[in-house]
C-alpha cells in the first residue's frame, strides 16, 4: 500500500521573548505509517537568537490571536 506523503504536521523554532516566545515556522513534517516517527522537512533554518528548540505541532492545532500554535497543555 501506497504510503500517504501529505504533510501532516509543521514544524516551528521557538524563540522566548521574556514571558512569551516568537513561532516561526520552518518546515513541515511527515507522519511515519507506523505512527513512531517523522521525515521532518525543513525549508527555513533560524538565525539570530534561535536556542535549537523546534516545534512540531499537527496541522489541525489550534493557533492563538498571535497565529501562534497554542502552547502544550499545562505549559501556559
Known sequence: M???RTPTHRAYAAK?????ARWLEIG???LH???K???LY???LPVGGFNGHVVVRAN????DELGNPSPRPGTA
Not at 489541525?60 to 493557533?63: P, V
Open 2 to 4: 501506497a504510503e500517504n
Open 16 to 20: 522566548r521573548e521574556g514571558h512569551h
Open 28 to 30: 513541515t513534517a511527515i
Open 33 to 35: 505509517a507506523d505512527g
Open 37 to 39: 516517527g517523522f521525515d
Open 42 to 44: 525543513l525549508d527555513r
Open 60 to 63: 489541525d492545532a489550534k493557533l
